[in-house]
């Protein structure tokens, strides 16, 4: 099963891809829906808000009048937590029955109007946010939904900032344009990622990877390594003593293969073979092939053992090192990326070694291409090593 969380702020239009998503196959839980049904009359949530806010929240047939429950409601912050405390588990519980209801092979989609305030991010398999301008969302929710300007803003000013839910976002979907210009970007969702990702996943099957292309710095990497950094802490637990972004990607203005590259830091090799069934079934699939790095010269081959995980998403490619504490796999991952980070010579002299690489790869895709990067790569690893160790040690 494949899950999708869908957010977006106040009438930027995520309704709309909800629809458009059930339309071509996924199954929704709506966050709304179910939130409207666990205090619909003669629920016990219904009645735990009459008790926290009073009965003038309620309508003349007995029902929640949520304009009324709003104006209480959203006034502070202590109003709001009570809301939240009586609402939320009620949610969530419903919310995890339709879920368990669910097909296998389903591609479930969550419209959770609170995803990014609440931070559930870390349990779905991609997050997708709807955005528009503010103007534009206010403009609609007046007209569609009768909702002045000031109450929409009310509430728009707790919820999270656009540029917290751009960090949330694996996809984002630009709904300024209108229909016409949103679904299309829905279907190509839905046909170029989510039915591949969710076959990837059910056969715990990385997805394909192209030619090896070196691209600008991108400010959004970071972004990218701690969504994912979240979702492989939920699925690892205690298992993983940390968790960390590596590689050229954790190098802020390094040009780099368009490649998140991540380190889990285990005990010991127990600790790693333990969470590889847990891994591959949140989207991060075990490469068996590979179970060691290139050892460097003067030390043990022995110590450089290692597992890779690597990705199921095909619009997210990810690879995943699990190595043990205190190794020298696992030392020299963080260091080099240290080293880069403060040392400009540093970054200048690695990025002329991955042109090169890049240029003896061009035109060759998959483990051929791989061999021919790694060709040109491994010895200049070789020979920096000790350089890095060694600056290391004087920190």
């Known amino acids: 099963m494949l899950r999708i969380g869908l957010s977006g702020g106040m009438g930027a239009g995520k309704s709309t891809v909800a629809r458009a998503l059930v339309e071509r196959g996924a199954i929704l839980v709506d966050g709304d829906a179910i939130a409207r049904e666990v205090v619909a009359p003669g629920t016990p949530g219904l009645a735990a808000l009459v008790s926290a806010f009073g009965a003038g929240i309620l309508a003349a047939d007995g029902s929640l009048n949520r304009p009324a429950l709003a104006a209480v409601a959203f006034a502070d912050d202590e ?11 009620l949610v969530g519980q419903r919310t995890a029955e339709l879920i368990a209801a669910a097909p296998a ?7 959770i109007p609170l995803l990014v305030e609440n931070r559930l991010g870390a349990l779905m398999n991609l997050v997708v946010i709807v955005q528009a301008d503010l103007p534009l969302r206010l403009r609609r929710l007046e007209e569609f939904r009768g909702i002045s300007p000031a109450d929409a803003m009310a509430r728009i000013d707790v919820q999270a900032t656009d540029d917290q839910r751009r960090a949330a976002a694996d996809v984002l979907l630009d709904n ?3 229909a016409d210009d949103l679904l299309p970007q829905v279907d190509a969702l839905w046909h170029e990622r989510l039915v591949p990702f969710e076959r990837n996943l059910r056969n715990r099957e990385r997805a394909p990877r192209g030619a090896i292309r070196l691209v ?4 959004a990497w970071p972004d990218a390594a701690e969504r994912l950094r979240g979702r492989i802490a939920l ?7 940390r968790i960390d972004h590596i590689g050229s990607t954790a190098v802020p203005g390094l040009a780099a293969e368009d490649v998140i590259d991540l380190q889990i830091t ?4 127990a600790a790693a073979d333990g969470i590889a069934d847990a891994l591959a079934a949140a989207g991060f699939p075990r490469l068996d092939d590979i ?7 003067g030390t043990d081959p022995a110590a450089w053992e290692k597992r890779v995980h690597v990705n199921a998403d095909p619009g997210r490619a990810v690879n995943v090192h699990v190595r043990v504490e205190g190794s020298p796999g696992q030392r020299f991952a963080l260091e080099f990326r240290d080293w880069l980070r403060v040392d400009p010579a540093a970054r200048e002299e690695y990025s002329a070694v991955e042109r090169k690489a890049e240029a003896a790869a061009a035109g060759l895709t998959g ?11 491994g010895p200049w690893f070789d020979e920096v090593y000790p350089r890095v160790l060694a600056w290391a040690d004087t920190r």
Do not use: F, M
């Open 291 to 297: 179970r060691a790095d290139d050892p460097k010269p």
């Open 235 to 241: 699925v690892c637990g205690a298992e993983a003593r």
């Open 105 to 111: 092979d389903a591609i479930v989609v969550q419209d």
């Open 367 to 377: 483990s051929a291409a791989i061999a021919e990067y790694l060709a040109v790569e």
């Open 266 to 269: 285990v005990a010991d090799w």
């Open 176 to 178: 300024n344009a209108g």
């Open 79 to 89: 109003a709001r937590a009570t809301l939240n405390g009586i609402t939320h588990p």
């Open 216 to 219: 600008a710095s991108d400010p």
